[in-house]
């Protein structure tokens, strides 16, 4: 394959290694998500054009011809890169590039507000692509600035006539980074024999990065420590999740022990925040929350 599909397949298998909970939450099996602040809502009632393919040939393009993106998502945290590449991955390394395509690609950056009025003059990147080239391919990225905005984003293929033969867009929203992490129980006082799920909720705007380690502590009256009689628990599979902002989800759990000692226990566990790139990871978070066993 060559080198610039080569990324996308890594790309693509970060993704699948990952959970990325959006504005539109990745469902995994073993958590439960579900929204605690939509900061998505302001972009639907824009207007809706073709979302743009996701690691697939373009039907009306030469065989592994691909449009790859720059980012991706309805939420952008704070700068970055938007937009679009085209690439072409040859069988073999004897293609330098794809046979003749002729293409007059354009592709448009708006900012615009809640209903879609025009905010300055819109950015726009337009090339004639006469082959697509295997090593670099065709960029047509944007530098998106930090500050909170709403944008559009669109890419049209017209062949040399001038007959449009696709168009494909996206909007996003750009937010400041703020920092909002709760981290809480299904209760504060169980049962021997009872269940406890802890529940990670990001109202602020980063990415949480974490996995689904967790522990149980016990307090002696004077600090914390391993509690007197063990927690289920097992192996834990070492897999990497993240949301991203105004996501709440759950992915820990545990039982009451029937001969749990009465008293005080924490639930903790550890999360990266960060508001760089989605599986970036920044700085750690030790989170916990009390609750009490009776008898």
């Known amino acids: 394959m060559g080198t610039v599909r080569s990324r996308q397949l890594v790309a693509l298998a970060l993704l699948t290694a990952s959970v990325w909970l959006s504005a539109t939450p990745a469902k995994a099996a073993f958590c439960e998500d579900s929204l605690a602040h939509d900061y998505a809502k302001v972009l639907k009632g824009l207007p809706r054009n073709p979302s743009p393919p996701v690691d697939e040939h373009l039907d009306f393009a030469p065989a592994r011809v691909f449009l790859g993106r720059h980012g991706f998502g309805p939420l952008q945290v704070g700068p970055g890169e938007r937009g679009f590449t085209l690439s072409f991955s040859p069988y073999s390394d004897g293609n330098s590039a794809s046979r003749r395509v002729g293409w007059r690609v354009t592709s448009t950056l708006r900012q615009v507000d809640r209903r879609n009025r025009l905010l300055g003059p819109p950015q726009t990147i337009a090339k004639n692509v006469k082959r697509v080239p295997a090593e670099d391919g065709i960029d047509f990225g ?112 545990t039982t009451i022990p029937a001969d749990a000692v009465p008293g005080t226990y924490r639930f903790a566990t550890t999360v990266d925040h960060s508001n760089g790139p989605r599986f970036g990871r920044g700085a750690e978070l030790d989170l916990g929350a009390e609750f009490t066993v009776t008898e």
């Open 142 to 253: 944007f530098e998106i600035p930090g500050k909170p905005a709403i944008y559009r984003l669109e890419i049209v293929f017209e062949d040399g006539s001038g007959k449009r033969l696709a168009r494909f867009g996206e909007s996003f929203r750009v937010l400041r980074p703020s920092l909002d992490v709760d981290f809480y129980l299904s209760g504060t006082t169980f049962r021997r024999g009872e269940a406890v799920r802890a529940w990670l909720v990001n109202r602020g705007v980063a990415y949480l990065s974490f996995g689904l380690a967790k522990s149980i502590e016990y307090w002696d009256g004077d600090s914390w420590g391993p509690p007197p009689v063990a927690f289920p628990g097992g192996i834990v599979p070492l897999i990497g999740l993240t949301i991203g902002p105004g996501v709440r989800t759950s992915c820990w759990g």
